[in-house]
């Protein structure tokens, strides 16, 4: 598989640390997919989680886990205190939610 951005080396190892036999995995990576998602659509880490139904501290540990998953981070945050920060997805980002969801869609079409 190949998606623009992404060799499909990084593609395969990416895919196959979401996708697991244990469906609660899966469910839970694509979770983080949807947060992703979710940040780029609010700008805020906050918001994002609010419309996700997590805390802000399960939203921020779930974006530095991604962050940290990568070889540069998925999502910058810059913080705002009273004002509110803002986030948004790096290209690096938005790379690997095309790829997931290619991924999934194949997957979907297998089964």
């Known amino acids: 598989m ?9 593609t395969a190892a990416t895919a196959a640390q ?18 992703l ?5 609010q700008g805020s880490i906050t918001a994002a989680a609010r ?5 802000y501290k399960g939203a921020w540990d779930a974006i530095q886990a991604l962050n940290n998953l990568f070889d540069g ?11 509110g920060g803002t986030a948004e997805i790096t ?11 290619e991924v999934e869609r194949e997957i979907g079409a297998a089964v």
């Not at 979401?18 to 947060?35: C, M």
């Not at 981070?73 to 004002?83: D, E, F, Y």
């Open 2 to 10: 190949r998606v623009d951005g992404l060799d499909s080396a990084l």
């Open 18 to 35: 979401y996708i697991d036999k244990d469906q609660y995995t899966v469910q839970s990576n694509a979770e983080r997919i949807d947060l």
């Open 37 to 41: 998602e979710a940040v780029g659509a």
């Open 51 to 55: 419309t996700l139904g997590l805390s």
């Open 73 to 83: 981070p998925l999502i910058l945050a810059s913080p705002g205190g009273r004002a």
């Open 91 to 101: 290209a690096r980002g938005q790379t690997v939610i095309r790829a997931f969801r």
